[in-house]
């Protein structure tokens, strides 16, 4: 099973409509990021959160909304859907120890998102 | 800030060619990390490798290897005898270790062809 698992994988919703994107992760990791690709520009860092208690904002955190349920669950909503907010949506954790590991941000499969 | 920058939008090989995909970084910062991954087709981001910033060894993991050279805050990655399977957009990224936020280039998407 995967490590790092987002749901749904694909979505088209509609102008106006809110959505959640969910992501679960195996791997133990404290740290939980959310972000977007759009064609030619990498990625974009839209909220990360460190631990339950923690949520900051990202790069293009507007129009978006997160909620940390759990250590393992960092969820993604977009209050409205607007046209340019159709993207690829990516999750990532990481873990915050003294390992080899630290810091590396290991990536969920990813949701395609279209909003019409 | 710190800044990534992949100047190589596009680059196409025949099969069996070496291929340098090259990156620059910016940062403020004394110690940081940098990273590869690998985004196939299929879409999925692959983790391919991390370099501490006090580590400028080279390092050489079958037909890849990884040349970090802070004297140009480069992170150029090399695949060797490059094959089909290598096709895929290849990001390199930077974080600070004060900050743990990733900083990504706009990718590099390799074709391989036959």
């Known amino acids: 099973d995967a490590d790092v698992t987002q749901t749904p994988r694909n979505r088209i919703t509609k102008t106006g409509k809110r959505i959640m994107l969910e992501c679960s992760q195996t791997?133990?990791?404290?740290?939980m990021y959310w972000y977007r690709q759009d064609p030619g520009l990498g990625l974009q860092l839209i909220y990360y959160s460190f631990d339950v208690k923690d949520i900051n904002k990202g790069e293009i955190s507007d129009g978006y909304s997160v909620s940390r349920q759990a250590q393992a669950k960092f969820s993604l909503s977009l209050e409205s859907a607007i046209p340019n907010q159709t993207a690829l949506y990516f999750c990532?954790?990481?873990?915050?120890?003294?390992?080899?590991?630290?810091?590396?941000?290991?990536f969920g499969p990813g949701t395609r998102l279209t909003v019409l | 800030a710190q800044k990534v920058t992949q100047a190589q939008t596009e680059i196409s090989v025949v099969e069996k060619e070496d291929v340098t995909l090259d990156c620059v970084y910016e940062?403020?910062?004394?110690?940081?990390?940098l990273f590869w991954y690998k985004q196939p087709p299929s879409g999925e981001l692959v983790f391919l490798i991390r370099?501490?910033?006090?580590?400028?060894q080279n390092e050489i993991s079958g037909r890849y290897s990884w040349n970090f050279q802070k004297s140009t805050s480069s992170f150029n990655f090399t695949i060797t005898a490059s094959q089909v399977v290598d096709s895929a957009v290849y990001f390199c990224a930077l974080s600070e270790a004060t900050a743990s936020k990733l900083t990504f280039g706009t990718g590099t998407r390799l074709q391989v062809t036959l």
């Open positions: 370099r501490n910033s006090f580590d400028e």
């Open positions: 791997k133990g990791h404290d740290r």
């Open positions: 940062t403020r910062d004394t110690t940081y990390y």
């Open positions: 990532a954790t990481s873990d915050s120890g003294q390992g080899a590991d630290t810091d590396t941000q290991y």
